[in-house]
Nanobody
Framework: QVHLVESGGGLVQAGGSLRISCAAVGEIFYISAMGWYRQAPGKQRDFVAV???????HYADSVKGRFTISRDNVKNTVYLQMNSLKPEDTAVYYC?????????????WGQGTQVTVFS
């Protein structure tokens, strides 16, 4: 069964950098998109960035110029390089992927990884 495994969250000082990763594992036929969302305490889950196979990368305005999303299609892994981090970037970061597997097309979510930025 396909699932997503996240890693790389942690505690970082404002202005610092962090990279988080998400690997899709299982019987995968095709991944059309992989991306990241985040959810701060008491707030809704918001879009951060996405890498769409047919359409390139897209970012939320709040992270443009600071975050970079990239994919390794051999490893079925997506990365989010976060630079110039701010306390307002503190959230649980969730990986999302649109995956075709033996059951058809599905929308998958990772378990979430905590990123905490302190000033």
């Amino acid at each position: 069964q396909v699932h997503l495994v996240e890693s790389g969250g942690g505690l970082v000082q404002a202005g610092g950098s962090l990279r988080i990763s998400c690997a899709a594992v299982g019987e995968i036929f095709y991944i059309s998109a992989m991306g990241w969302y985040r959810q701060a305490p008491g707030k809704q889950r918001d879009f951060v960035a996405v890498d769409i196979s047919s359409d390139g990368t897209h970012y939320a305005d709040s992270v443009k110029g600071r975050f970079t999303i990239s994919r390794d299609n051999v490893k079925n892994t997506v990365y989010l390089q976060m630079n110039s981090l701010k306390p307002e970037d503190t959230a649980v970061y969730y990986c999302n992927a649109k995956i075709d597997d033996e059951t058809g097309s599905g929308d998958y979510w990772g378990q979430g990884t905590q990123v905490t930025v302190f000033s």
